[in-house]
């Protein structure tokens, strides 16, 4: 189980790694778009800090505390606000930073077999499922899965842009 943690640990800092390399230098184009129905890179990243709400490392922490046994998910949303809106580079990155050490915290104070052994009823609302999941299943997919999907389009806008 160690080695799963670690593997974890190193997943979390590859991810955070990346999405801070693909935002060097974007600091003028973080609401640019492609076209109207796109998303810009600010957005995609606040879809990822926020979903679930509160981001996931705030689940995975309350699921090990033994406070939540239920996720509500709603997908495709980009958790934009107005305070959001006006953030400069500094703090998207503060926000990113913030998130990516309570994931780290949360690995280390993982116990053996927590992340394999402990669930939680996940509720995708705007796509009418439920089901339970480890979280190491939360961790492959809401996390790894999902974070990459989203890398590859911050990585298609930067290339759009000639970044």
């Known amino acids: 189980m160690g080695t799963n943690k670690n593997t974890n640990l190193q997943t979390v800092r590859t991810i955070r790694a990346e999405l801070l390399e693909l935002l060097d230098g974007m600091d003028y184009c973080l609401d640019w778009k492609p076209d109207p129905d796109a998303w810009s890179v600010r957005e995609v990243v606040y879809h990822l800090l926020d979903t679930p709400p509160g981001g996931i490392h705030t689940v995975l922490r309350q699921a090990l505390a033994g406070e939540i046994s239920e996720l509500d998910l709603q997908s495709d949303l980009t958790n934009m606000t107005e305070d959001r809106l006006a953030y400069d580079m ?13 994931m780290e915290a949360v690995l280390e104070v993982a116990g053996e077999g927590d992340l394999s052994g402990r669930s939680v009823m996940v509720h995708q609302r705007n796509r009418g499922w439920d089901e339970p999941r480890t979280l190491q299943q939360l961790l492959d997919g809401l996390f790894a899965r999902h974070w990459r999907e989203h890398l590859a389009q911050v990585r298609e806008l930067r290339e759009a842009l000639g970044v």
């Open 90 to 102: 500094d703090r998207v990155v503060e926000d990113i930073n913030r998130l990516f050490q309570g």
